[in-house]
């Protein structure tokens, strides 16, 4: 029986989409582990994603499907990324979020592995604080919260400017959004997808043998 991660992301310009596609990379190079790669919906104006060139920008990754609600309950682990705003995960993530009660009350996501990763315009804007609230959200539905642990060498690389941190992968996008992620950033994300899958497969290997 394979194991099953999900990888679920919202992307307005396409920082966030690169970097989940290295992530669901990683997932890829465990044997017997399913990747599936979703998104959320826009909740934004069209008008205001064509002034921004958001519109242009999020065409690159139109053929992905998007992400239900229903279906999270079917995943072994769950990886999520977000854009950062304030701090914080951006609107249109958390309004997919706060469509999960049903689960909640089911006990749905209880034992399922989660994971986060995130981007932000600066290298001080808010990707730990926005990587850190999220996992809260995850501990409501009694997940086992999973991060990118410091085996990974890039994440102490200091010859570059780089996100990355131990709570998940990261990439900085400047505030004009210009920067895409580094090599650097996408060898911390695919190694969060192998890591997350290599733990999701093992507990379930474990919990089948119970």
Known sequence: MSTKVQVVFYSM????????????????EVPGVEAGLYQVHELTPDVILEKSGAKAARAQFAQI???????LADADAIIFGTPTRFGNMAAQMRNFLDQTGGLWVRGALINKIGSV???TGTQHGGQETTITSFHTTLLHHGMIVVGTPYSEPALSNMDEITGGTPYGATTLTRTDGSRLPSDNELKIARFQGRH???????????????
């Open 117 to 119: 990763f995130a981007s």
């Open 196 to 210: 997350v899958a290599t733990i999701a497969k093992r507990y379930k290997s474990g919990a089948a043998a119970v």
């Open 65 to 71: 499907p998007f992400a239900t609600v229903d279906q």
């Open 13 to 28: 310009f396409g920082h966030v989409w690169r970097m989940a596609e290295a992530v669901a990379a990683g997932v890829r």
